[in-house]
C-alpha cells in the first residue's frame, strides 16, 4: 500500500523557521516527482514546491521563493520542505504529494494526510 505521511508542521511567529518532512513508501519514491502543495480553510489548495525523482529540477510557487527550499534524500525515502521568513499568509495544512507525471498542477497520484502549519503575527 502506497503511503505518504507528513511531520513537522506547528504554530510559529512569524519570521520564523520549519522543516517538513514526508517519508514515502519505498516502491513509489524513488521514481517519483514529489510536491508540497497547502490550503488554507476555505481556499483551493495552492502548489508551494516540486523536485523531481532525482532532483534535478526543481520549482516554486512564487509567493514562497527565495523563503522556501525543496530536497528530497532517496535513500531514506523522504522530501522536504525547509521553510524560512515565515508570514501568516503562509498558514495552512501542507500536504506531500508523488506522480511519476504531474508536476505543480494538484494531479497527482498519492497525497499525505496533511500537517499544519500556522505562523503567529
Known amino acids: 500500500q502506497v503511503q505518504l505521511e507528513e511531520s513537522g508542521g506547528g504554530l510559529v511567529q512569524a519570521g520564523g523557521s520549519l522543516r517538513l518532512s514526508c517519508i514515502a513508501s519505498?516502491?513509489?519514491?524513488?521514481?517519483?516527482?514529489m510536491a508540497w502543495f497547502r490550503q488554507a480553510p476555505g481556499k483551493e489548495r495552492l502548489f508551494v514546491a516540486a523536485i523531481s525523482w532525482n532532483g534535478g529540477q526543481i520549482a516554486y510557487a512564487d509567493s514562497v521563493k527565495g523563503r522556501f527550499t525543496v530536497s528530497r534524500d532517496n535513500a531514506k525515502n523522504t522530501v522536504y520542505l525547509q521553510m524560512t521568513s515565515l508570514r501568516p499568509e503562509d498558514t495552512a495544512v501542507y500536504s506531500c504529494?508523488?506522480?511519476?507525471?504531474?508536476?505543480?498542477?494538484?494531479?497527482?497520484?498519492?497525497w499525505g494526510q496533511g500537517t499544519q502549519v500556522t505562523v503567529s503575527s
Open positions: 519505498q516502491q513509489i519514491f524513488s521514481a517519483h516527482n
Open positions: 504529494a508523488a506522480s511519476p507525471t504531474s508536476w505543480n498542477k494538484p494531479r497527482y497520484d498519492y
